[in-house]
């Protein structure tokens, strides 16, 4: 069965650094799409990037400039490098994957989450 593990959040300073990992595994054929989300209090989840099999990039106007998604298909990894990080990118942030699974046709699983907190 297809999972996404994340990795790589914590606390930072704002104008500080984070990257962020996510690793897909479990009967694979292919992936797709990788992209990330975040969910903060109150909010509703939003797109923050997204990448296709073939390198192509859109980012939420909010992180153009600060993030940069980026994968390595041969490890089925996505991250997240997040720079200049501001208060208000405090979230949770999620993983998402559009898979072509070995058993189950094309599915879209998600990952667990990780907390990103910007402290001001």
């Known amino acids: 069965q297809v999972q996404l593990v994340e990795s790589g959040g914590g606390l930072v300073q704002a104008g500080g650094s984070l990257r962020l990992s996510c690793a897909a595994t479990g009967g694979i054929f292919r992936i797709n799409l990788m992209g990330w989300y975040r969910q903060a209090p109150g909010k509703e989840r939003e797109l923050v990037a997204e990448i296709t099999s073939g390198g192509s990039t859109n980012y939420a106007d909010s992180v153009k400039g600060r993030f940069t998604i980026s994968r390595d298909n041969a490890k089925n990894t996505v991250y997240l490098q997040m720079n200049s990080l501001r208060p208000e990118d405090t979230a949770v942030y999620l993983c998402?994957?559009?898979?072509?699974?070995?058993?189950?046709?094309?599915?879209?699983?998600w990952g667990q989450g990780t907390q990103v907190t910007v402290a001001s």
């Open positions: 998402n994957a559009n898979v072509r699974s070995l058993s189950y046709g094309t599915i879209n699983p």
